[in-house]
């Protein structure tokens, strides 16, 4: 119960959020997305310094 009411308010949050300062929400899912491929990037670095 606790969890489905915190996941409401996240979702609630997410959208008002993004809804009242979209410029803010696109950066910071880009700047999401960017971390997320430079992970990925490290990643395949250190196994390929393995091999």
């Given at each position: 119960?606790?969890k489905?009411?915190?996941?409401?308010?996240l979702?609630?949050f997410?959208?008002?959020?993004?809804f009242?300062?979209p410029?803010?929400?696109?950066?910071?899912?880009?700047?999401?997305?960017?971390a997320t491929?430079?992970?990925f990037?490290?990643?395949?670095?250190?196994?390929?310094?393995?091999?």
């Amino acid at each position: 119960m606790v969890k489905k009411i915190l996941i409401v308010f996240l979702v609630g949050f997410a959208l008002y959020s993004l809804f009242s300062t979209p410029a803010d929400a696109a950066s910071a899912v880009r700047s999401a997305f960017d971390a997320t491929i430079e992970a990925f990037g490290q990643v395949g670095v250190f196994v390929s310094e393995l091999a």
